[in-house]
């Protein structure tokens, strides 16, 4: 997908890097491995940013197959700290299709970044 600004293709890459770094395990392979557990297809899953708050504390927001948010809030170092929660009803203005999206928003360009991956 092609963008004429700058700050769209930054949000375009910023999102390719992350979603890179979950599925090769670069950033923390249990991370991955966490990920994998919940039901998500690595090679179908979009990640709009990963933050590491801690050693083995991860949050973010992933797209998955289905074109759908979830956000997570992943303790690798204790498996009953974790939460998933399915956001896309409530995105609002982050969704691709609303009018006054903002395609520099990663979440947004996380969602276009999934679809045009499906769409390939």
């Given at each position: 997908?092609?963008?004429?600004?700058?700050?769209?293709?930054?949000?375009?890459?910023?999102?390719?890097?992350?979603?890179?770094?979950?599925?090769?395990?670069?950033?923390?392979?249990?991370?991955?491995?966490?990920?994998?557990?919940?039901?998500?297809?690595?090679?179908?899953?979009?990640?709009?940013?990963?933050?590491?708050?801690?050693?083995?504390?991860?949050?973010?927001?992933?797209?998955?197959?289905?074109?759908?948010?979830?956000?997570?809030?992943?303790?690798?170092?204790?498996?009953?700290?974790?939460?998933?929660?399915?956001?896309?009803d409530t995105l609002g203005p982050k969704?691709?299709?609303?009018?006054?999206?903002?395609?520099?928003?990663?979440?947004?360009?996380?969602?276009?970044?999934?679809?045009?991956?499906?769409?390939?």
């Amino acid at each position: 997908m092609e963008f004429s600004k700058a700050s769209t293709r930054n949000a375009w890459e910023s999102v390719a890097h992350a979603t890179e770094q979950v599925r090769n395990g670069s950033l923390n392979p249990a991370l991955s491995t966490w990920v994998s557990a919940q039901g998500f297809a690595l090679d179908n899953t979009v990640f709009s940013s990963v933050c590491q708050f801690d050693e083995g504390i991860y949050t973010g927001t992933l797209v998955d197959c289905h074109g759908r948010a979830w956000e997570f809030f992943a303790d690798l170092n204790d498996p009953q700290g974790c939460d998933l929660e399915d956001v896309t009803d409530t995105l609002g203005p982050k969704s691709p299709d609303h009018p006054e999206a903002d395609l520099c928003d990663k979440v947004t360009m996380a969602l276009l970044y999934q679809r045009e991956q499906c769409a390939a």
